[in-house]
């Protein structure tokens, strides 16, 4: 398993990535991880649409909530023709409970816990936490990657204008 330093920090300490790193053009990777059902989801079940995928360490801390909340509202300015996927390593039950506390109803959560997937193909797992790095991945209908960016330091959320940006470019 590749491992990768010096891109992602957590209040300032340095954390180690594991996968692949991957870049703008790349083909999405496909993986396979579960819904808040307990039911198998492949990203490449929603080619033709837009795809925007976050990765967030957990849904039950303040910056991943702000996040997940504002994508949320962004989804249902989007249009059918974009798919957001929040995924975290938090357990398929602790998404959906969450999922309902907050009224996320616009975008999927889904749960990478199981083989992190997820994280190992798209380089966002963090070795030291088995949690995924903050990252967003805007993947076209293709399933090509048109835009990545991963967050830098874990407490801090996305540049949301960039992600948009790029969205709109490919709608």
Known sequence: MEEHTGIITFQG????LLGRVLKVGDPAPDFEILDNDLHPVRVSAFRGKVVIITAVPSLDTPVCD???????????TLGSEVQILTISM????????????????????????????????YGALIKELRLLAR???????QGIIRYLQVVGELTQEPDYGEVLQAVKKLL
Do not use: M
């Not at 300490?13 to 180690?16: D, I």
């Not at 702000?66 to 249902?76: H, K, Y």
């Open 13 to 16: 300490n340095p954390l180690t």
């Open 66 to 76: 702000l996040e997940t909340r504002r994508f949320n509202a962004e989804a249902a």
């Open 90 to 121: 938090d357990l398929p039950f602790a998404q959906k409970r969450w999922c309902g506390a907050a009224g996320i109803d616009k975008l999927i959560t889904l749960s990478d816990h199981r083989e992190a997937a997820f994280g190992t193909a």
């Open 135 to 141: 990252a967003v991945y805007v993947v076209d209908r």
